[in-house]
Structures are given as C-alpha cells and as structure tokens.
C-alpha cells in the first residue's frame, strides 16, 4: 500500500473528528452514516489505486476507525470499507469475470452496497469454518449456519468461508436476498450493533472467490488495526468522561478528583490509552511499509489495546459509582462494545496463541545474542 | 433445596436471569414453612436463634444449590434494626408480614448527593404534631417499584456533624407524595429506581428508636453484615459454572478446558475462594469464642466482591469465542447456542454486567480500603 504522508493523515485526521462530532452523525442509521463517508470518499481507503480507490494504507484506516470508537458510532466500516474492499479487490485477479467483482467494488466506493462479513470464520481456523459448498464447480451450492455475520442485517451482499468437498476454503460472495439465505430478523450481539446468524439452504445464487490467500491476510492485519485503534477511541472517550466526572463529582465536601487513589487510577487509564496509541501507530507504519514483521505487531496490538480498553471501560463504571451502572449513561455501553472488541476473532487468548508461534525475532540487531545457548538443549535431561 | 426449590426458579437462578418478584416471594414462604428465612433472628421476635455459624453453613448451603438471593431488605435489614432498637408496637405492625413474606421492604439509604459520603443525606423530616413530614429522594433504592414499605435514613434536625441529627423513619410506599422513578441499568433490566418524597406524611409511631440516631443503627446494620458478605457460596456457584463451560464442547470446536491455560486460571479462582473462605472461617470461630473481630472482617466484602468479578469474567471469556454473541449456560444443543438473539440480557453477560456493582455498592472497594488502611497502619 501506498499510504499517506504525515500532513496528509493530519488532514486527514482533521476532517474525520469534524465529521464524527460535528455533523448529525450520531442521529443517523449505520447505513446513512456509511452513506456520508462514501460522500466524503472514504469507503474506499482499503482499495487499491488500480481498481479506483484511495489506497491509502492502514493509518488512514486506524484514524476513521478511532474517531468511531470514540463517537460510539455504528457503520459498516469494519465489514465493507476493510475486509470486502480489500477481498474483493484481491479476488479480481483471480476471478473469471473480473468485471462483475469491479463493478461491485465500484458500488462499494459510493455507498450503494454493504457486505456483511462473516468475520469469526473467515479469519479464525478454518477448521472449525461451518459452512458447506457442495455442488460443482460451475453449479455450487452453499449449506450451513454462520453464527456471526457482521452487518448482516443491512447487507447487499455476504462474505462467508464455506469447505469444499475435498477440505479446503472456499471463499464465497453471495447476495443476501438470494433463494436459500435465511438472516436472523435480530441482532445478538451485546453491543447491539448488527450481527447475524445466517442460515443458507442449498443456496445456489454463489460466486466463488477462490481459496483464501494473501488478501485474507491482508484484511485480517487491517480489520485487526482497526479494532485496535476503535479501542484507542473507546479509551479517550472515556478517559475524557471520568476525568470531567471526578472533577466535578463531590463526596466528603471535595471533588472526587482530590482522592489520591482515584488520581492513581485515572493515571492507571490515561497509561493504557498512551501505549495503545504508540503500539498502533508503529504497527500501521510496519503494516504499510510491508515489513515481514507486520503480524507479530498487529496481534500485539490487538491483544494489547483489547485488554487496555475492558479494564478502562471496567474502571469507569467503577469511579463513576451507581451512575456509571445505569443504561443511560454512555460509560456502559463502551463497556459492552470493549467487551465485543475484545471477543472477536477468537479473542485475546487466540492472538496470543498466534503470536506465540510467529518466527522469533531479536529485538536488537540482526542476531539475538541469547540464541545459541537457548537451544542447547540441557545435558542434565538428555 | 431439592425438594421444595421451584424447578423453574432454579433454572432461572442458574442460568442467571433475573427472577419475577412471586418467584421471591414463593421461595421466601417456602423457607418461612421451616423457620429457615428467619432462621437468623432471635427465638424471642420469631427466629430459630441461630449462631453466626449456622446461618453461615444455611446461606452458604442454599446459594449454591441455586437458592435465588434472599433479598435482605426486609429479612436481614429492617427487621434487626426494628427488633433491636424499636419499641413492642413496631414490632407487632412490622415484623409478622416481614416473616411471613407478605411485606416487601426497600432500602432508602443513598441519595445524588449522598453516595459513599452517606452521612450527607439532605432528605429532610419536618415535625408537624404527631407526624413527620418527609421530602427529598433517595436513588439506586433496589426494587422499590414493588415495595410495601422503605427504611430511610432522614435528616430531622440542623446540626454541626452531618451524622447527628439522622433519624431511621419507615415509610409505607403507599403514603400520598411516594412516587417511583424507573432506572434502567447496564444489563437492560429494571431493579433500581429513584424514589421521590413530596410532602409525605409519616406518624411519629413509624421512627425506630431515637429521633437523631439514625446514623447508629444503620451502622450497627452493617457491622451485622459483614461475615456474611464474602458470599462464599454464590461464588462457589459461580466458579462451578464457569467450570460447566470450559467442560462443554463449543460446537464443532473442543472444550476451552483443554488448553492449559484455562485450568490453570480456574485453578487459581479456587485457590483465591478457598482463601477467603478460609478467612471467613476463622473470622467466625473468633466470634464463636467470644473474641472481637474488629474492622479487618469488612475485608471480606472487599475481597469477595473483587473476587466474584473475576469469576464472572471468566464466564464471560469462556463464551467469548463468536463474539459475544451469546448468552446462555449449559446449552449444547443448538446449531449455535451462542447465538440466542432474545437472551443477551440475561445469563452470564448480564451477570458480569451487573456484578460490575458489587464493588461499588455496600461500600465501594475504594471506601472500604479507606477504613482498613486505618487499623493496617494502627497495627
Ligand atoms: C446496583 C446497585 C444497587 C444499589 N442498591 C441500593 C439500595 O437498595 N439502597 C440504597 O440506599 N443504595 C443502593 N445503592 C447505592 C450505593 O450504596 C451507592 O452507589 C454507593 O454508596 C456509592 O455511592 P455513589 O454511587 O454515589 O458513588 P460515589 O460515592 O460518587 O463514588 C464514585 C467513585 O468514587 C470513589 N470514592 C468515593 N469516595 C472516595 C474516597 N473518599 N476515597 C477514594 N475513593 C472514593 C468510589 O469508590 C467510586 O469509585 C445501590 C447501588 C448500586 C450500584
């Protein structure tokens, strides 16, 4: 990817804040919304030059994705304008009709069309993928349940993984008004943001995408850094909030903000939020300069600002006592959005278990110093 | 609890949904049938007389056999304070229909602006002849849209120190200027509500003991409370469920209880509980024999409170694997049982979301620490 220059993110930074809190953004419908940021171009940040996008790298994606962390908005960004964009625009090369793929990804940039992406599947273990594709290659059919299709319920169209008769993935485009694709009539997500089960009966309306490759990668890392950083967004809205509340919350004649205890906390939050955004920041900078260390710092990223952002949501119902226990209160419905960050594709302890087998690497230099004594193995057990 | 505990109560209690206030109410006469739900009062008001420790060995018992939580606002809290401090007429009017079950009582204790400063409450109780005349509102009162009655700790008179001048008043809920606000809470359900007080009239019969030392009982309440307050059963329910979880294969997945990791945490989670049980323990046989205990047995609350958090955390990372899009408890059988649209209020995401409060309410964390870091230094 070509990314940005710095003035340009900076720009570009300004315009998204202005367009997040400014505008009636937080008046609108997640389709409306998504509306607008197609208006201003940026749904198609993800997608290359080549195939008219803006190709504008991971920062640029970070910097939408935290602005609608902290505004606690709702738009198909994550499913359409990140993982669809950059699948669909992968997936021309290796199509037969690249026009068919071109022309939707032409609806994508405008706004017209929103992909509902079944995320869990597409990026976790493939073997644990429920869908089935049976049928031949010129006739697919497509089988199963998909428990955790993103956007579904105001999607066009549906990304799914399905395997194949001999094992392997396939990657599946399918409209969602097809014969044979039942979607949940509710969401069940405990963010209340869309997210369906989806039920497909020997659904025949499929468009084979081929098997996953270097462009499932590449939308893993980005939908990774954009959780990530809609978690830096969830942490500065609320540090913000908790910070203004004990200022000017009185217990005991004083503000709470006197209570030494509760400065240490606040300080405890503001650390979180800091290191997520230097974490974040040098992650996109290796994602787009195309380091082979690119996945080693997105999952560390995700891990790291997932954890961050539930303790600091946990602590902000916490400091604001019973006020911070109501539903009117935005403080809990961060929360259960940090919760659902932090959940998806398999969790903390799956990017863990992924990054525990990433190749090592020396921190310093070219060679770790250590190396060669660590794999001596121990004569004493021999 | 095998035989009397109502089939469906009990699977709402383990499922962790919320109950209907009949279903608390049938249990409670249920236990009534026994002496059990009043088994902790004196034999000379009605109660079977029981020591700390039984009634320690009784709730621990019943909470993890998914007994629902004997809401204590009548049982446990009222009532002692009435049969301790109140004179023989209240405790003919109100102690028969706490026992029986019949009368549902709330706490009116904080207010906006007395939360953990509570000695701050500006309710205010103005004599006129032989009543009182309340004003004022009291906030997060649990349950209160289907209260009889409210205990409520009311200023009756100016004074230097914000604790003088306090008094205890039980106000019927049925009195003109009583009304009701709803607060809906984090989990999307209604159990607190703010309670507003116009003009409400309230004979003097109705205040418990002193006029101005309501401060006193209210903290005698409390110093009754604390033992039981490590809620080592409800924890150890908790903790079993969580290992229901891990033990249940996740559709086409294996069990999360086979990767090391997850034994080890809920390895550790019962370590901790032993720990405070422990403490527990040894807390009641000093008060067996006559020893004080002191302030360190408000420790209890601090450290259960925090450790039933990290319990139900661990519940909600074990249904964590499709997003959160779950909610239920021992359910395999479905496609997908994490996917069940309806339910996301209830279970354990609800459970967690709305045990996010037990370290803010009944003296938060912070507040408690306070207190014990007095007799820590003192030592
Ligand atoms: C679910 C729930 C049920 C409840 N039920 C009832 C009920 O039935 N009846 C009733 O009367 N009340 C009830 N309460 C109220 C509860 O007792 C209060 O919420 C509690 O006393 C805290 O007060 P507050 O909410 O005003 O928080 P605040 O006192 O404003 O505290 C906010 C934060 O500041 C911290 N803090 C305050 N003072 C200090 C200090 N000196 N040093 C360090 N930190 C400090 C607190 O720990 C907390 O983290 C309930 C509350 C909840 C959440």
Redesign the interface.
């Given at each position: 990817m070509s990314g940005l220059d710095e003035s340009e993110l900076r720009a570009f930074e300004e315009s998204v804040s202005t367009f997040v809190t400014k505008g009636d953004a937080g008046k609108s419908s997640p389709r409306e919304i998504w509306q607008s940021v197609a208006d201003l171009g940026w749904s198609s940040l993800a997608i290359s030059e080549a195939s008219g996008g803006l190709e504008s790298g991971t920062s640029a994606i970070a910097i939408v994705a935290r602005n609608l962390g902290e505004a606690l908005l709702e738009t198909p960004f994550i499913s359409t304008g990140v993982v669809a964009s950059i699948v669909l625009d992968q997936a021309q090369g290796s199509v037969k009709d690249p026009e068919h793929i071109a022309a939707l990804l032409e609806k994508v940039t405008t706004g017209d069309v929103v992909v509902g992406v079944a995320?869990?599947e597409l990026f976790g273990d493939p073997?644990?993928v429920?869908l089935e594709l049976g049928g031949s290659a010129e006739k697919p059919v497509l089988d199963g349940?998909s428990?955790?299709v993103i956007d579904a319920g105001i999607a066009d169209h549906l990304l799914v993984p399905a395997k194949q008769a001999d094992g392997t993935i396939a990657i599946c485009l399918v409209s969602s008004d097809a014969d044979g694709v039942t979607i949940?009539?509710?969401?069940?997500?405990?963010?209340g943001r869309d997210?369906r089960?989806v039920t497909f009966e020997g659904c025949r309306d499929v468009r084979c995408l081929g098997a996953p490759c270097a462009a499932i990668e590449n939308a893993g890392i980005a939908l990774r850094l954009a959780l990530s950083a809609e978690a830096i967004g969830i942490m500065a809205a609320l540090n913000k909030m908790t910070g203004e509340y004990l200022k000017v919350r009185?217990?005991?004649?004083v503000p709470l903000a006197r209570?030494q205890?509760?400065q240490h906390r606040l300080v405890d939050m503001a650390l979180d939020e800091q290191q997520s955004i230097a974490l974040v920041e040098r992650a996109c900078n290796v994602v787009d300069a195309g380091s082979d260390d690119a996945m080693r710092m997105v999952l560390i990223s995700r891990s790291f600002t997932a954890k961050a952002v539930r303790r600091v949501a946990?602590d902000s119902?916490?400091l604001h006592?019973?006020v911070?226990?109501?539903?009117?209160l935005a403080i809990?419905h961060y929360?259960?959005r940090a919760?659902?960050i932090?959940?998806?594709l398999?969790?903390i302890?799956e990017d863990l278990r992924l990054l525990s087998e990433q190749p090592q690497r020396p921190w310093f230099g070219d060679t770790a110093p250590l190396e060669r004594t660590l794999v001596q193995p121990n004569p004493a057990t021999v | 609890m095998d035989e009397r505990l109502p089939a469906t109560t009990r699977e709402k209690v383990l499922a962790g949904r919320p109950l209907d206030k009949h279903e608390h109410v049938e249990w409670h006469k249920i236990l009534n049938e026994r002496g059990w739900y009043t088994g902790h009062w004196p034999k000379s008001v009605g109660g079977l007389g029981w020591s700390p420790m039984q009634r320690w060995i009784f709730e621990n018992e019943i909470y993890y056999r998914g007994s629902p939580w004997l809401i204590p606002f009548g049982v446990t809290f009222a009532a002692p304070i009435i049969y301790t401090f109140g004179n023989d007429d209240q405790k003919a009017r109100f102690l028969p229909a706490i026992k029986s079950g019949d009368a549902w009582w709330a706490q009116g204790y904080?207010e906006t602006?007395a939360?953990?400063?509570l000695a701050?409450v500006s309710t205010r109780g103005v004599r006129d002849g032989s009543d009182w005349i309340i004003s004022g509102s009291k906030?997060?009162t649990t349950t209160a849209h289907w209260a009889d009655m409210i205990f409520a700790i009311v200023r009756t008179r100016a004074s230097d120190k914000p604790q003088a001048g306090l008094s205890f008043i039980l106000i019927d809920m049925a009195s003109p200027g009583v009304s009701v606000e709803p607060?809906?809470?984090?989990d999307?359900h209604h159990h607190?509500n703010q309670v507003f007080f116009d003009e409400v009239r309230v004979p003097d019969a109705n205040l418990v003991g002193e006029e101005g030392k309501g401060w006193g009982y209210a903290k005698f309440l409390l110093e009754q409370e604390r033992i039981l307050a490590a809620e080592v059963g409800r924890c150890a329910l908790d903790l079993d469920k969580v290992k229901a979880l891990i033990a249940q294969p996740r559709?086409?997945?294996p069990p999360l209880g086979e990767?090391g990791?997850w034994s080890r945490r809920v390895a550790e989670l019962e370590v901790r509980l032993t720990a405070l049980e422990s403490t527990a323990l040894h807390m009641l046989s000093k008060e067996q024999s006559g020893e004080e205990i002191g302030v360190m047995a408000s420790m209890l609350k601090l450290v259960g409170s925090e450790l039933s958090q990290e319990i139900d955390a661990a519940s909600?990372?074990a249904i964590?694997?499709?997003?959160?899009?779950?909610?239920h408890f021992g359910d395999s059988s479905a496609?997908?049982p994490?996917?069940?649209?309806?339910r996301?209020r209830d279970g354990v995401?609800g459970q967690y979301?709305?045990g996010?409060?037990a370290?803010?309410?009944g003296g938060?964390?912070?507040v408690q620490?306070n207190i014990l870091s007095k007799t820590v230094l003192d030592r």
């Open positions: 995320v869990e073997a644990f429920q349940r428990a955790f949940d009539p509710a969401s069940s997500s405990i963010d997210v089960a009185r217990q005991f004649g209570f205890v509760l946990e119902v916490q006592g019973g911070g226990m109501t539903d009117e809990g929360l259960k919760l659902v932090g959940a998806m398999g969790g302890d | 904080s602006g939360g953990s400063d701050n906030i997060w607060i809906v809470s984090i999307g607190l559709g086409i997945r990767q990791i909600l990372d964590n694997d499709l997003g959160l899009s779950a909610d496609v997908s994490w996917a069940r649209p309806d996301f995401i979301l709305y996010r409060a370290t803010i309410y938060s964390s912070e620490r």
